[in-house]
């Protein structure tokens, strides 16, 4: 997402110069704009800089022209620079035209205030900052470990006020809040460098409880499609029938296909990825290895069937903990924690300490150091349960580590991890709830 509309402006504005039809296809994420604002606010020591405060409204303008769902973009975009646009010279050539949506503006100055009173008894409860995910999880009523580990709940006022909302609305309801500058995030660095935005209450919040101001949402209302021909409905009709005999075909031959892939994997005695070979819907890339099990030259210590089962454990740990890192307001998505290849290396070897895993050599110190133990702790759960400590032992291979040096794991060199029960990211879990297929 750019840092404004002028910077897209210019930026979609290089499509279609030699007069054919173009796509411009904005990727936009909230994500992006509290990065952004960052490297705003940090252009200057001066938080009541004009210049920043007019960067961080363009910002915001940007920000509204991607999460509208409903008014015409040429029209949004001609307005930034104070020209009128006729929406229906749009010809449907932008999304929300072609939705056909409406907006539908309600009043939403009730909920906004008691959000206001939410984050209120929030703040009281806790010596920590409060993050936007964390005030819309208190105020949607989410019960989940995260938050009722960090607040006492029912000595919230306003927890669950929300619950009639669906999350998307809730988003809405407290982005438009930050536009309006009732609430206002402010990025916090911590000691270990990542950035955390945390909610205060704007220059507008006391306009509001005093009455002066309302607070206006506009909602997508979805218009009431026409009526197709009779005739051009039939023969749609017609080609869905013929559509779906041609899928079932498909679905028989690919099936077919996918044991056969299976087979294949399993006796190799490489790592098999079943998102991969049975052609699953899981949009997890990053944790996906784009190389098969017979490209890499890296030998399982385990049966492939037990390699496997450590490697869906290592992926949904891994999720686990970049969303607990999300719910602190920190930006960390599970591929900054381990990718693919990485966590298909050590579910090959199973390290069973921290050593063990640095031996490996593909984690840098600082991922060794804040996820080191929490990595080989459950392979070492799971060697145990699965009586599987002779084998690794046994079996390990000589590896190679970052500094060239071949070193080789002695059975008598295991220790005994200490649980840390100050690891709120390991609080909780139950290992054996892992759903390992």
């Known amino acids: 997402m750019p840092k404004s509309l002028t910077h897209y402006y210019q930026e979609s504005g290089r ?41 961080v409204d363009q910002l915001y303008r940007c920000v509204q022209y991607c999460e509208n769902e409903f008014r015409c973009r040429r029209t949004m975009q001609l307005e930034f620079f104070g020209e009128k646009f006729d929406r229906a010279k749009c010809n449907q050539t932008c999304d929300n035209c072609r939705a056909g949506r409406i907006p539908d503006e309600r009043d939403m100055t009730t909920e906004a205030l008691a ?32 938050i009722t580990r960090s607040y006492p709940v029912n000595r919230i006022e306003g927890f669950g006020a929300g619950s009639k909302f669906k999350k998307h609305d809730i988003e809405k309801i407290t982005h438009g809040m930050v ?3 009732i609430l206002v995030e402010t990025s916090v660095e911590n000691k270990g460098g990542f950035t955390s935005d945390y909610v205060t209450l704007g220059e507008k ?14 909602f997508p209302k979805k218009v009431t499609a026409q009526r197709s021909n009779p005739e051009k409905q039939k023969n749609q009709q017609s080609k869905k029938r013929s559509r779906s005999k041609d899928i079932e075909s498909s679905k028989s031959k690919k099936k077919h296909s996918s044991k056969k892939k299976e087979r294949e994997d399993v006796n190799s005695g490489g790592l098999h990825f079943s998102e991969i070979v049975d052609d699953s819907e899981d949009d997890d890339d990053s944790l996906q290895d784009s190389t098969n099990a017979n490209s890499t030259n890296t030998q399982s210590v385990l049966p492939p069937h037990h390699t496997n089962k450590i ?4 992926k949904t740990l891994v999720k686990r903990w970049a969303d607990e890192e999300q719910m602190m307001g920190n930006h960390v998505f599970y591929w900054h924690i381990l ?9 090959s070897h199973a390290p069973m300490t921290v050593d ?9 110190e600082k ?15 799971y060697v145990k349960k699965e009586g599987l400590e002779e084998q690794v032992a046994r079996k390990l291979p000589a590896t190679k580590s970052l500094n060239g040096k071949v070193s080789r794991t002695d059975a008598n060199q295991i220790i005994e991890i200490v649980d840390d029960d100050d690891d709120e990211f390991a609080n909780g879990i139950d290992y054996d709830a892992i759903d390992l297929g």
Do not use: H, W
Request: charged residues 30%; hydrophobic residues 35%; glycine residues 8%.
């Open 179 to 181: 536009f309006e500058r």
């Open 311 to 314: 490697v869906e454990m290592l």
């Open 367 to 381: 991922k060794l150091e804040e996820y080191g133990a929490r990595i080989v702790k459950p392979i070492k759960m």
């Open 15 to 55: 499509a279609g110069r030699d007069g054919e039809d173009a796509e411009c296809i904005l990727f936009y994420s909230y994500k992006d704009k509290q990065v952004l604002e960052k490297m705003i606010r940090n252009g200057s020591d001066d938080k009541y800089n004009p210049s920043i405060r007019r960067k």
């Open 205 to 218: 919040a006391a306009l509001l409880q005093r009455g002066s101001e309302k607070f206006v949402v506009e």
């Open 356 to 364: 063990e895993l640095k031996a490996i050599g593909i984690l840098s």
């Open 115 to 146: 959000i206001i009173d939410l984050f209120n008894s929030a703040s009281n409860q806790t010596r920590k900052g409060i993050t936007m995910l964390q005030l819309s999880e208190l105020y949607r009523g989410s019960k989940s470990k995260t």
């Open 339 to 347: 990718s693919g290849g990485e966590v298909k290396a050590i579910a």
